[in-house]
């Protein structure tokens, strides 16, 4: 007896490609019945991990802190594999204008950085190296930019810093 078909909905994220889209590109799902439904995009890994926790949404995709974060909010999920994390491989950048006088990460108390969501791998990454370089993890104001928008924001003075990372 063969099982019956099942589709598990899920948001894309915007340039990049999740493992699970990947595979389903690849037909690894095509004689297991498994279709993928992308229901909309996520601005980030909390993003996804809300509309999981609603039910809107069969699985989802976020960096580990993210999902560290949820579960011990409460949130019953299964972490089927770790998509992102801090090791070697995995390199977060903050930029800054060539004329900025922040140089290093002991510039930046009192200054605003961008990242694309907060509670995930950027907001974690900030926090780690304030705290590396003994500032409180508040030292630096974060705001929510969308990736694809962090360059302009930057650019136009909005804010002093924009961190980009593996997302």
Known sequence: ?????????????RGSISPHELADELGYFNDLGVKLE???????????????ASGSVDLGSAATA??????SGGNDFVAAYPSNGINRQVHSVFYVLEDSPIKSIADV?????AVNTLGAHLDYTVREALHGVGLPPDAAKLVVVPGPQLEQT??????????LGYW
């Open 1 to 13: 007896a063969q099982a019956a078909p099942v589709t598990f909905r899920y948001l894309a994220s």
């Open 38 to 52: 992308n229901v909309g995009y996520s601005g980030g890994g909390p993003e996804s991990l809300f509309a999981l």
């Open 66 to 71: 993210a999902v560290i974060n949820s579960i």
């Open 109 to 113: 108390a009192g200054k605003t950085i």
């Open 154 to 163: 930057l650019r136009s003075r909005q804010v002093d810093i924009a961190a």
